[in-house]
């Protein structure tokens, strides 16, 4: 008769909420003996096995929270040492300190709602770190009774690495290209040195350099230790990276936040999000509200729809009598940025009191 490899964890202890004396295990069900020829087949053989040949690690945890079997791939990962020294029996006591909160807040809601998922590592039997993605699945009876928790553990760790050597390799990048920059705007400056008439191209172009080098570091911020992921990209965190730098350091900050609605921004969209407002701070410090002193500029950032609406408004700057008469090589720019790059829409209104741009986006777009 052939039997099944899947064994209980601890012999002896029958399940909290069952009836029964004997050991707890996967045995043979009610009715087959060993003299009944073995029908793979039957419901109960068919689950058994597949627990058995799964190349996940599963885990059976009753209604207390105590976990009750593994299958042979989490006898072969994991052990029984962890579960052993924890003394009870708690599922969430096998895993490190840090992870048994998190551990023990998704058996609870898997119990509650049904099923639950999470991210997690913990020791291997034979040594090192191994990193798991866990799905917990409620376990029921005929009558719709909590019976325990199906926990099953898939192995994460070489994908892990690869995530690693991305982030690695996107910082060794980062850091190569804002050398690179650093080159540039140095060739720039000798290339300009003995001639006064391309000064101030040769001042504005290094500050367009700049601007996307200041990009790029908001893009590949490292991660604060080995296992935390990058922060996540947000036009607020980028206006923040991009301003701070051109703001008055005082009570009296020049940039003033008005609405901050906020939207994920992609790789592709911050060094033009980045060019658009370096040439907007720029015009405002040259001709604009911050040419004179307590000039401000307001930016709103509001979410309507399916766009996102940046307005740009500059008080306390002189006064505009007329709007210009020709478009300079920077307003092109960013038009053109706007337009084409991030696929919006931009006016300019040139109000008495100071210019007013506003800039719709589409907030889908800003985060692919």
């Not at 409620?138 to 050597?165: F, H, K, N, P, W």
């Not at 200041?214 to 922060?231: I, K």
């Not at 020709?326 to 006016?347: C, D, M």
């Amino acid at each position: 008769m052939q039997t099944s490899n899947v064994v209980p964890l601890r012999t002896g202890v029958p399940p909290s909420s069952g009836t029964s004396s004997g050991p707890y295990r996967l045995d043979l069900p009610s009715g087959e003996t060993k003299d009944k020829a073995y029908d793979r087949w039957n419901a109960w053989n068919l689950g058994r096995e597949l627990i058995s040949a799964s190349q996940d690690c599963v885990e059976v945890i009753d209604d207390l929270g105590h976990l009750r079997l593994r299958n042979p791939m989490a006898r072969r990962m994991l052990g029984d040492d962890d579960i052993a020294d924890a003394g009870d029996g708690s599922w969430s006591l096998s895993w490190p300190v840090v992870v048994r909160e998190v551990a023990s807040d998704a058996l609870a809601v898997a119990a509650t709602v049904g099923t639950a998922r999470f991210d997690g590592w913990r020791a291997a039997a034979q040594g090192g770190t191994v990193y798991w993605d866990v799905v917990l699945s409620r376990i029921v009876d005929v009558d719709g009774r909590l019976v325990g928790i199906l926990a099953v553990s898939r192995d994460m760790t070489q994908l892990r690495r690869i995530e690693d050597g991305h982030d690695l390799r996107g910082r060794e990048l980062s850091h190569r290209l804002k050398n690179m920059f650093a080159l540039v705007n140095g060739l720039v400056t000798l290339s300009a040195r003995n001639l006064p008439s391309v000064q101030s191209y040769a001042g504005t172009l290094r500050n367009r350099f700049t601007a996307m080098s200041r990009a790029l570091e908001y893009l590949h911020v490292a991660p604060p230790d080995e296992r935390s992921s990058r922060p996540q990209q947000t036009l607020q965190g980028l206006l923040a990276a991009l301003l701070d730098p051109y703001d008055d350091v005082g009570e009296e900050r020049r940039f003033i936040h008005g609405g901050v609605d906020d939207v994920p921004v992609g790789d592709g969209s911050v060094t033009g999000l980045a060019l658009v407002i370096h040439e907007l701070a720029t015009n405002a410090i040259k001709h604009g509200a911050l040419s004179e002193e307590g000039g401000t500029v307001t930016i709103d950032c509001r979410r309507a729809g399916n766009d996102m609406s940046l307005v740009w408004t500059e008080r306390g700057g002189p006064p505009i009598r007329t709007p210009p008469s020709h478009e300079g090589f920077g307003s092109k720019l960013t038009e053109r940025t706007v337009r084409g790059q991030l696929a919006g829409t931009i006016s300019h209104h040139w109000d008495v009191e100071g210019l007013r741009v506003v800039i719709g986006l589409p907030w889908a777009n800003l985060a692919s």
